[in-house]
């Protein structure tokens, strides 16, 4: 049994427990994506004991397998002339209700199976948001940290050589993630419709001269802040003046610390993968325009901000150490929302310890199994990530929505249907949790939620 099983609920354990042996069996060595189905397949006991319809359709058996993987070869010449090899992928997981969507990542430790759970979590995520996507999600091992924007573009170029005979608006409509922003989406489109002779909205989080959305950019960090503002609320509680921990300093953190502000909280911490800074004084917008600067335009280290800023800690990453000292700050709130597994058990220890009241994720799965169970055991607010970051994804939509109808809506309008959707998608969650027996357990209330909806239009269209 998976350490997230709910006590006391009577189970179809056996179907349950074969299905998770033949995903670790037929995927070897994706501890990632073993980790992301372990913890749907959990929530999805309660499901299954009610409705034993999914068992006979072998619908988890179904779920868990994509419909189609694309792995390639991405050749590409550096600015000496030297060759260079990278791999791309792309997996399209779902698309029961909807083209597949999500998001493309160039990072060196991008493999198949981190590209899978993402694409698993992402066929929920997109489920929980009411839009009919399904889900994708894609990249490389490429590291574009330290190449000129003449390398990146080639290494664009290349990679969409290749993936542009399997992408089109109607079929996959890849965006960014981790090391894919701005500009590679402007080199990766760009190529698209040179080899395509077509104009479309084949990727989303383009620029806004060429048919993006207004709020893209903010959109998954100002999710997560509404999403955790709904969440404050069901406790009578609220963001103004709370200490928040955020980590990253990517386009998730920069716009998670903006909204905080909004709402009238104190965001102290930042980092990078070279280390942690903490402001005990607050990132104010000021410092924010400092990092947004220092990230997106210089692309420098976060260690420069101790430099800028006196009073400001920079701890840096220490491998000898058993924990990341960002999650040991004295906080009320914490966004994770840099990567994978980055809270550990014994962050999570460290965040209780300090009397943490809430933990909503920008980044996917950045708690572990471990630590995702300490925070529900503790009844603190937890947000999942498959809900909690669902507002990147969602105004994705609205831009594929916009890029149909030839139409550009306000910062108003996109932000207006951004805050509804997260408050509808707390709803759903809350209330699925209630409603399947474990009130409180978002956890619960973001698989379920989310996999009603994929599991029922996979039943309708037939065994595909
Ligand atoms: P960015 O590339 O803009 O920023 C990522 C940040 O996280 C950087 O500060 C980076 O530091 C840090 N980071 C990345 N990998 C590691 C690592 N292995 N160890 C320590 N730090 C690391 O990416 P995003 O902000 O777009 O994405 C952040 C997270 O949010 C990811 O989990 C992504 O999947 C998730 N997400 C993003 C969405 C979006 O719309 N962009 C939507 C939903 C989820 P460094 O520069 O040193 O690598």
Same mark, same amino acid.
């Given at each position: 049994?998976?350490?997230?099983?709910?006590?006391?609920?009577?189970?179809?354990?056996?179907?349950?427990?074969?299905?998770?042996?033949?995903?670790?069996?037929?995927?070897?060595?994706?501890?990632?994506?073993?980790?992301?189905?372990?913890? !749907?397949?959990?929530?999805?006991?309660?499901?299954? %004991?009610?409705?034993?319809?999914?068992?006979?359709?072998?619908? #988890?058996?179904?779920?868990?397998?994509?419909?189609?993987?694309?792995?390639?070869?991405?050749?590409?010449?550096?600015?000496?002339?030297?060759?260079?090899?990278? +791999?791309?992928?792309?997996?399209?997981?779902?698309?029961?209700?909807?083209?597949?969507?999500?998001?493309? +990542? @160039?990072?060196?430790?991008?493999? $198949?199976?981190?590209?899978?759970? #993402?694409?698993?979590?992402?066929?929920?995520?997109?489920?929980?948001?009411?839009?009919?996507?399904?889900?994708?999600?894609?990249?490389?091992?490429?590291?574009?940290?330290?190449?000129?924007?003449?390398?990146?573009?080639?290494?664009?170029?290349?990679?969409?050589?290749?993936?542009? +005979?399997?992408?089109?608006?109607?079929?996959?409509?890849?965006?960014?993630?981790?090391?894919?922003?701005?500009?590679?989406?402007?080199?990766?489109?760009?190529?698209?419709?040179? #080899?395509?002779?077509?104009?479309?909205?084949?990727?989303?989080?383009?620029?806004?001269?060429?048919?993006?959305?207004?709020?893209?950019?903010?959109?998954?960090?100002?999710?997560?802040?509404?999403?955790?503002?709904?969440?404050?609320?069901?406790?009578?509680?609220?963001?103004?003046?709370?200490?928040?921990?955020?980590?990253?300093?990517?386009?998730?953190?920069?716009?998670?610390?903006?909204?905080?502000?909004?709402?009238?909280?104190?965001?102290?911490?930042?980092?990078?993968?070279?280390?942690?800074?903490?402001?005990?004084?607050?990132?104010? +917008?000021?410092? #924010?325009?400092?990092?947004?600067?220092?990230?997106?335009?210089?692309?420098?280290?976060?260690?420069?901000?101790?430099?800028?800023?006196?009073?400001?800690?920079?701890?840096?990453?220490?491998?000898?150490?058993?924990?990341?000292?960002?999650?040991?700050?004295?906080?009320?709130?914490?966004?994770?929302?840099?990567?994978?597994?980055?809270?550990?058990?014994?962050?999570?220890?460290?965040?209780?310890?300090?009397?943490?009241?809430?933990? %909503?994720?920008?980044?996917?799965?950045?708690?572990?199994?471990?630590?995702?169970?300490?925070? $529900?055991?503790?009844?603190?607010?937890?947000?999942?990530?498959?809900?909690?970051?669902?507002?990147? !994804? %969602?105004?994705?939509?609205?831009?594929?929505?916009?890029?149909?109808?030839?139409?550009?809506?306000?910062?108003?309008?996109?932000?207006?249907?951004?805050?509804?959707?997260?408050?509808?998608?707390?709803?759903?969650? @809350?209330?699925?949790?209630?409603?399947?027996?474990?009130?409180?357990?978002?956890?619960?209330?973001?698989?379920?939620?989310?996999?009603?909806?994929?599991?029922?239009?996979?039943?309708?269209?037939?065994?595909?």
């Amino acid at each position: 049994m998976s350490v997230l099983t709910t006590p006391g609920i009577k189970v179809p354990g056996d179907y349950i427990e074969s299905v998770m042996i033949s995903v670790k069996a037929k995927n070897p060595a994706e501890p990632e994506f073993h980790q992301a189905v372990a913890e !749907v397949l959990d929530s999805l006991r309660l499901v299954l %004991a009610k409705h034993p319809e999914y068992q006979s359709a072998r619908l #988890l058996e179904r779920i868990v397998e994509p419909e189609r993987v694309l792995m390639f070869r991405v050749p590409w010449f550096d600015d000496q002339g030297g060759i260079q090899v990278n +791999r791309g992928f792309r997996i399209e997981m779902n698309s029961a209700i909807g083209p597949y969507k999500g998001g493309l +990542r @160039f990072h060196p430790s991008v493999n $198949l199976g981190i590209l899978k759970f #993402l694409a698993f979590e992402q066929v929920f995520k997109n489920s929980l948001t009411t839009l009919p996507m399904g889900g994708g999600k894609g990249g490389s091992d490429f590291d574009p940290k330290g190449k000129s924007d003449n390398e990146v573009m080639r290494f664009c170029q290349s990679f969409m050589t290749e993936l542009c +005979r399997h992408i089109g608006p109607d079929t996959d409509v890849p965006a960014g993630d981790i090391g894919v922003g701005g500009r590679e989406i402007g080199f990766l489109f760009g190529q698209y419709k040179r #080899l395509r002779n077509e104009f479309t909205g084949v990727l989303t989080g383009k620029g806004l001269g060429w048919g993006g959305s207004l709020i893209r950019p903010e959109a998954t960090g100002y999710g997560c802040v509404y999403f955790a503002n709904e969440m404050l609320k069901t406790r009578k509680d609220k963001l103004e003046g709370k200490i928040c921990l955020v980590s990253g300093s990517g386009n998730v953190s920069q716009y998670t610390i903006e909204k905080l502000l909004d709402f009238g909280a104190k965001p102290v911490t930042v980092s990078d993968s070279n280390g942690v800074i903490y402001d005990p004084d607050g990132i104010d +917008r000021e410092k #924010l325009a400092w990092v947004m600067d220092l990230k997106n335009v210089k692309r420098g280290r976060i260690r420069d901000y101790a430099d800028k800023y006196k009073k400001a800690i920079f701890m840096p990453t220490d491998i000898k150490l058993d924990h990341n000292p960002l999650w040991n700050v004295k906080a009320d709130c914490a966004f994770p929302s840099a990567t994978q597994n980055e809270i550990t058990a014994k962050d999570a220890a460290n965040l209780l310890k300090n009397g943490i009241k809430l933990v %909503a994720e920008g980044a996917n799965m950045p708690s572990t199994l471990e630590a995702t169970k300490m925070f $529900l055991d503790a009844k603190i607010l937890y947000g999942p990530a498959k809900a909690a970051n669902a507002g990147g !994804v %969602a105004t994705s939509g609205l831009e594929m929505s916009q890029n149909s109808q030839r139409l550009s809506w306000t910062r108003e309008e996109v932000d207006n249907r951004l805050h509804k959707i997260m408050i509808a998608i707390h709803q759903t969650c @809350f209330e699925t949790a209630e409603k399947y027996g474990t009130p409180g357990n978002l956890v619960n209330g973001a698989n379920i939620g989310g996999f009603l909806k994929v599991a029922n239009a996979m039943l309708d269209q037939g065994l595909v």
